[in-house]
Every structure is written in structure tokens, then in C-alpha cells.
């Protein structure tokens, strides 16, 4: 079964750093790009970053650049984001997403569950 | 990069069609057939329904399809469901990088 598990839920205080997790199973972990797309609560969707887990080439999204770290565990086919300096703002639901082949390299075809971020003091 | 501008409200009777606009720049939607669309559930993962402007995913029903003229691009819901309630938000490749539209809450009156 093809599918991304992701790690549990998070409280952190303000000025802290954050690490989530996604375990991907069922499909070769490095033949597609790794995602990260949080959710602010009632807000949309927001492009983080990715990775190549092949190599571990990453790209981000200007807003992040600085404060966010993906990186990718390919013997246990796992990725990781990391969020330093953590603000109110910053709590969201981070998800995951990455490609599939039956759907083109350029969109978001698997999901993970979503984890919950939590940033109050 | 600026977030792609969709309506913030879309809504049809049952039976009829919704079309909803995904607006960028010749940086993103205009520079690459590389748009796609997700239908988001409440409480649930955001979920393919097009990609590659046009092409639908196994299993997504043809009431579903996506255009794209210029820096516009639309998905068009046709038959509306009840089931087709739901947060519909565009995405497009832009260079090194992706954006996300504002999203699109669809109502089935």
C-alpha cells in the first residue's frame, strides 16, 4: 500500500525548533521529489519546500529561507522538516506531498496525514 | 512568490456547474503547463482531482476538468454533487519552486 505516515502531534514554545517526520512505504523512496505544504487554521495551502531524496538537493520557498531544514533518512525511506525560531504564526498542520508516476512529476499525488504544530508559550 | 488569486466563493444547485479561476503570472500558470488542482475535504489531506492542467487522476470522475488560457487557469465542476462541497485550491510549478492558490470554497445549494 502506497502511503506516507506522518509523526504525531507537537507543542512548542515560542523561539523553539520543530522536526517532523514522513515515512514513506510502498514505492521506491527515491524516485520522487519530497514535499512539505503546511495549513494555517481557516488559511490555505502554503508550498514549503522539497527534496531530492536521491541526492538530497533541497529547494525552499522564500518565505522559510533561513529558518527551515528538509532532509531525508533513505534506509528508512523517511523525510524530515525542521522549523527553527518558531513563532505564534507557525502553527499550522504540516503536511508531506510528493509526486506518483501514473500522475506526472509535477503535482501532488500522495499525501500524509497531517501533523498538528502547535507554537504557544 | 505572490500566491495564485482564486475566488474566495464558488456555489450551483445540484445538477449544474461551477467554474473556478486560478489567476498567476508568465512566472507560474502562464510559464508552464504544470497546473493542478486539489479538492480538500473538511479535516481531511488535500486530494488530487487534475494535474498537468488537464489530466485526471484514475478513479476521478469526468465531471471534473481543467483548462488553462494564458495566466488563467480553470477547473470546472459539471453536475454538481452534494459530495462536491469542499475547498478546492490550485497549484503550479514555478521554476524551482510551487505556489498554491488562495482557495476556493464551493457550496452545493
Known amino acids: 500500500q502506497v502511503q506516507l505516515v506522518q509523526s504525531g502531534a507537537e507543542v512548542k514554545n515560542p523561539g523553539a525548533s520543530v522536526k517532523v517526520s514522513c515515512k514513506a512505504s510502498g514505492y521506491t523512496f527515491t524516485d520522487f521529489y519530497m514535499h512539505w505544504v503546511r495549513q494555517a487554521p481557516g488559511q490555505g495551502l502554503e508550498w514549503m519546500g522539497w527534496i531530492n531524496p536521491n541526492n538530497g538537493d533541497t529547494s525552499y520557498a522564500q518565505n522559510f529561507q533561513g529558518r527551515v531544514t528538509v532532509t531525508r533518512d533513505t534506509s528508512i525511506s523517511t523525510a524530515y522538516v525542521e522549523l527553527s525560531r518558531l513563532r505564534s504564526d507557525d502553527t499550522a498542520m504540516y503536511y508531506c506531498t510528493s509526486h506518483y508516476h501514473t500522475t506526472g512529476y509535477f503535482s501532488f499525488a500522495l499525501w500524509g496525514q497531517g501533523t498538528v504544530v502547535t507554537v504557544s508559550s | ?109
Open chain 2, 1 to 109: 512568490q505572490s500566491a495564485l488569486t482564486q475566488p474566495p466563493s464558488a456555489s450551483g444547485s445540484p445538477g449544474q456547474s461551477v467554474t473556478i479561476s486560478c489567476t498567476g503570472t508568465s512566472r507560474d500558470v502562464g510559464g508552464y503547463n504544470y497546473v493542478s488542482w486539489y479538492q480538500q475535504l473538511p479535516g481531511k489531506a488535500p486530494k488530487l482531482i487534475i494535474y498537468d492542467v488537464s489530466n485526471r487522476p484514475s478513479g476521478v470522475p469526468d465531471r471534473f476538468s481543467g483548462s488553462k488560457s494564458g495566466n488563467t487557469a480553470s477547473l470546472t465542476v459539471s453536475g454538481l454533487l452534494a459530495e462536491d462541497e469542499a475547498d478546492y485550491y490550485c497549484s503550479s510549478f514555478a521554476g524551482n519552486s510551487y505556489v498554491f492558490g488562495t482557495g476556493t470554497k464551493v457550496t452545493v445549494l
